[in-house]
């Protein structure tokens, strides 16, 4: 009997550990993996650490150059833009194009990837 019940609750917390993964993928929306697969490269999100580009903590509101310990390019830190869905549109559709002299190159040509991405932003 204790073989029996021994092997039910090892099952039990098997299963049960395997679930959360399951969860957690449930969770992740498309923004969040466009996110991870086009722009974690460069950028953190979950930290306020400095990669290549800048922290995106609370980007939407945020002052366009204003991340501290950042180096970011004349050009951006003078542009006055402060982030909006609207901004990030524009500037993630062609980031040269929005300010000239940038260090970001990466474009976002799918509408719907960009606006999964900003959506996604814009709740961190």
């Known amino acids: 009997m204790r073989k029996l019940v021994f092997v039910l609750l090892t099952a039990s917390a ?3 550990g395997a679930t959360p993964g399951v969860a ?8 969040q993996k ?3 697969q086009r722009c974690g490269a460069c950028h953190q999100i979950a930290t306020t650490r ?4 800048p922290n ?3 980007v939407v509101g945020r002052a366009a150059g204003s991340v501290e310990g950042f180096n970011y390019s004349s050009p951006l830190r003078a542009s006055g833009i402060t ?10 559709t062609n980031p ?5 002299g940038t260090r970001m190159t990466q474009r976002f040509n799918k509408a719907d990837e960009r606006r999964a991405i900003i959506e996604f932003l814009a709740t961190r």
């Open 56 to 58: 995106l903590q609370g």
């Open 34 to 36: 466009l996110f991870q």
């Open 83 to 92: 982030w909006s869905p609207e901004t990030l549109e524009t500037f993630l």
């Open 50 to 53: 400095n990669g290549v580009g």
């Open 24 to 31: 957690q993928e449930a969770d992740v929306t498309p923004g």
């Open 14 to 16: 098997m299963f049960a």
């Open 96 to 100: 040269g194009a929005m300010v000239r």
